[in-house]
């Protein structure tokens, strides 16, 4: 079950590509038949246990493990996803953009499951970091250029202070899986760098405390992109911080930042 689970979040983005060269004004409604086939497949799976999968690329190893917490928030996620892009394919009717929206707003589902999903340190580093680089195709092909420029660089200073926290957690401990880090792994001096990196960067990216600037600034952009940027975008962190609890929370002084 876990393989089919895969397959099907792997055809959203596929169908969103493949449709958007071959036809255009059938994208939108293809990427949500995608979706809603998905979301029936998640809720299917969940008395199923349906474990998990692994895979590769080049020499690094990513895994998903389809727990019930996992699938339900990937059953919130695709659901959400799939109203917006109903939304986007009447609000953008039209609009040639809309094919290449749909693509961004396919890769920002598949990889926000990926953050929940994730089985390892490293895919809950792939699924960041690609969710954060498409909403960003889908804002810059949106957005007024001011305001791509301000998301642009919010999303860099974010995006690049939670990698850093991810390369030195794979850096001392090697793709340590979830489960590992309820474990006594020892960080050392490392541990209240990593915990206030992340930390900081869910809190630029989430646009908390004195980092709210940048979120004036997509007003400008499609309703249906400022959705997705409310959807999942913007809250996401905090699933990040919620499975990296061990971490964070390891520090009282990110307790008490957060």
Same mark, same amino acid.
């Given at each position: 079950?876990?393989?089919?689970?895969?397959? $099907?979040?792997?055809?959203?983005?596929?169908?969103?590509?493949?449709?958007?060269?071959?036809?255009?004004?059938?994208?939108?409604?293809?990427?949500?038949?995608?979706?809603?086939?998905?979301?029936?497949?998640?809720?299917?799976? $969940?008395?199923? /246990?349906?474990?998990?999968?692994?895979?590769?690329?080049?020499?690094?190893?990513?895994?998903?493990?389809?727990?019930?917490?996992?699938?339900?928030?990937?059953?919130?996620?695709?659901?959400?996803? /799939?109203?917006?892009?109903?939304?986007?394919?009447?609000?953008?009717h039209g609009d040639p953009v809309l094919p290449t929206i749909t693509v961004a707003f396919a890769g920002?589902?598949?990889?926000?499951?990926?953050?929940?999903?994730?089985n390892d340190v490293a895919t809950i580093m792939l699924g960041w970091l690609a969710t954060g680089s498409?909403?960003?195709? /889908?804002?810059?092909?949106?957005?007024?250029?001011?305001?791509?420029?301000? =998301?642009?660089?919010?999303?860099?200073? &974010?995006?690049?202070?939670?990698?850093?926290?991810?390369?030195?957690?794979?850096?001392?401990?090697?793709?340590?899986?979830?489960?590992? =880090?309820?474990?006594?792994?020892?960080?050392?001096?490392?541990?209240?760098?990593? /915990?206030?990196?992340?930390?900081?960067?869910? =809190?630029?990216?989430?646009?908390? &405390?004195?980092? =709210?600037?940048?979120?004036?600034?997509?007003?400008?952009?499609?309703?249906?992109?400022?959705?997705?940027?409310?959807?999942?975008?913007?809250? &996401? &962190?905090?699933?990040?911080?919620?499975?990296?609890?061990?971490?964070?929370?390891?520090?009282?002084?990110?307790?008490?930042?957060?």
């Open positions: 079950m876990a393989s089919i689970l895969f397959a $099907l979040l792997a055809c959203i983005p596929l169908v969103a590509v493949l449709s958007s060269l071959m036809s255009p004004s059938w994208s939108a409604r293809l990427v949500v038949v995608a979706c809603w086939v998905s979301v029936g497949a998640f809720v299917v799976a $969940l008395p199923t /246990a349906p474990g998990g999968i692994d895979f590769a690329v080049g020499s690094i190893e990513f895994g998903l493990r389809f727990t019930p917490l996992a699938l339900l928030w990937s059953v919130a996620v695709l659901t959400v996803g /799939a109203v917006i892009i109903t939304f986007a394919r009447r609000y953008l920002v589902m598949v990889s926000i499951v990926f953050v929940v999903a994730a498409c909403y960003l195709m /889908a804002f810059g092909l949106s957005g007024g250029r001011r305001s791509v420029a301000v =998301l642009v660089r919010a999303f860099l200073v &974010g995006d690049g202070l939670i990698a850093a926290a991810f390369i030195l957690i794979i850096v001392k401990l090697g793709n340590v899986t979830i489960s590992q =880090l309820v474990r006594p792994y020892q960080l050392g001096d490392l541990t209240i760098p990593i /915990a206030l990196l992340l930390s900081v960067g869910v =809190l630029v990216r989430s646009a908390q &405390g004195p980092f =709210l600037r940048w979120l004036g600034v997509t007003v400008d952009a499609p309703t249906p992109v400022s959705a997705l940027l409310h959807a999942g975008v913007i809250n &996401g &962190g905090m699933i990040v911080i919620l499975r990296l609890a061990p971490i964070v929370f390891g520090s009282q002084l990110t307790v008490w930042l957060l």
